[in-house]
C-alpha cells in the first residue's frame, strides 16, 4: 500500500484504527492509522526506529504501546481532549446501537438489545452537550450512562467503573458481537456473517 499523504490520512484513520487488525497492515499502514493522534510521536519514534527491522517487531512495540495508552486512564483523557478522539468513541458507541441481529427470526432479542442501548448513545449525547468530553470519561460510571447489566457482564466490566472502561472494552467490535450473540442464545458463527 502506498505511503497516504498526511491530509488524507486524518479523514479515516478512525474508522481505520477501530476496524483493521493490526497485526495484518504493514509499517507504512500502522503509520497511516495512528498519524497525528494523541501520544502518536511517541508511536511513530517506535517505527522509524523500526524501518530497520522485520515488521514483526516494529507492529509489537506498537502494539504494545497502544495496550498501555488505553489501559492508563489519564492517557484516555489526553486522547479524549482530541476531535479526533471524540469522533473515534463516537464511533465505539455507535457500534453499540448497529450490532445486526438480523439473522434471528426473533425480534424480541432484537428489542432487548438495541432499544436499551440506544438509550445509552442519547444519554453520552446529552452529557457531552452539557460537559468537557474528559469528565465524562474520568467521572462517570458506566450505570450512569443507562448501559445494561447483562452489557457489562458480558463485557466484564463492573457498572460502576467509569466510561472510559467500557470504551476501552468495545474497541474490538466484532469480539463485542460475538459475545453479545452468546447472550441473546444466537449461534455465535452468526456473527461473522452479518459483520
Not at 501520544?39 to 512495540?61: H, P, R, T
Not at 458506566?142 to 447489566?149: E, I, N, Q, S
Not at 467500557?166 to 469480539?175: H, S, T
Amino acid at each position: 500500500m502506498a505511503i497516504l499523504d498526511r491530509d488524507s490520512r486524518d479523514e479515516f484513520q478512525v474508522k481505520r484504527l477501530q476496524s483493521e487488525s493490526i497485526q495484518v497492515l504493514s509499517v507504512e499502514e500502522v503509520e497511516s492509522v495512528l498519524y497525528s493522534k494523541t501520544a502518536v510521536y511517541e508511536m511513530s519514534q517506535i517505527l522509524e526506529k523500526n524501518f530497520g527491522s522485520s515488521v514483526g517487531s516494529a507492529i509489537n512495540q506498537v502494539e504494545l504501546k497502544l495496550e498501555n495508552l488505553f489501559s492508563d486512564e489519564s492517557a484516555l483523557t489526553r486522547l479524549a481532549e482530541t476531535t479526533a478522539a471524540k469522533q473515534f468513541h463516537h464511533s465505539a458507541l455507535d457500534s453499540l446501537t448497529s450490532i445486526s441481529l438480523s439473522n434471528t427470526d426473533s425480534d424480541e432479542v432484537t428489542l432487548k438489545l438495541s432499544n436499551p442501548l440506544s438509550k445509552v448513545l442519547d444519554n453520552l449525547n446529552a452529557l457531552v452537550a452539557n460537559q468537557e468530553w474528559w469528565t465524562i470519561i474520568e467521572s462517570y460510571p458506566v450505570r450512569d450512562l443507562g448501559v445494561p447489566k447483562q452489557i457489562c457482564d458480558a463485557l466484564g466490566i463492573n457498572e460502576t467503573r467509569y466510561v472510559g472502561a467500557l470504551l476501552k472494552r468495545i474497541q474490538d467490535c466484532q469480539d463485542f458481537k460475538l459475545k453479545i450473540f452468546r447472550i441473546a442464545g444466537l449461534d455465535p458463527s452468526a456473527c461473522s456473517q452479518s459483520s
